[in-house]
């Protein structure tokens, strides 16, 4: 009887943290199609491009060539919709930052103060529009799907 108790409880437990989870999307896929590693980063400040800027610890959001991440872009507890919509992202922007992992890794061997735009291949800036058309799926280089996003250098550079 105490077996059967223990497993209705699991059972109880587990349906609560299955119907907690947040409505919409909480997860961009980034797929690099590009034939280096990548680091990915985002920030919800734009304009402010600097605190887009990755320090070395950064490993967690390397992307490498063919690989598609689902974590680096993962907002875990709550759907980019309502990040969006509420004041998570005040300007209505979200910034993705991919950098080039071979220069920006090199650099920080070198020296601890490094210019990481100087690695910068791409920045996205996408609304929740954006997103949505691309149906949640972000590449570097950008497809032609993403060509009317907002991004630097612009499309086709």
């Known amino acids: 009887m105490k077996t059967i108790n223990i497993i209705i409880w699991n059972l109880a437990i587990l349906i609560c943290l299955l119907s907690c989870e947040p409505k919409g999307n909480s997860i961009i896929k980034f797929v690099n199609k590009s034939g280096i590693s990548v680091y990915i980063n985002k920030s919800f400040e734009y304009p402010d491009t600097i605190v887009g800027t990755p320090a070395p610890t950064y490993w ?17 507890d709550i759907s980019w919709e309502t990040q969006f919509r509420g004041k998570g992202i005040p300007s209505d922007t979200l910034m993705v930052f991919v950098f080039d992992a071979n220069k920006l890794d090199s650099l920080y061997k070198e020296s601890s103060s490094v210019d990481v735009f100087s690695t910068l291949l791409k920045r996205y800036d996408l609304s929740l529009q954006d997103l949505q058309q691309v149906n949640w799926v972000l590449t570097y280089p950008p497809s032609t799907e993403m060509k009317y996003i907002k991004m630097y250098p612009p499309y086709g550079n």
């Open 60 to 76: 967690q959001k390397k992307v490498v060539s063919g690989e598609t991440n689902t974590y680096a872009l993962n907002l875990f």
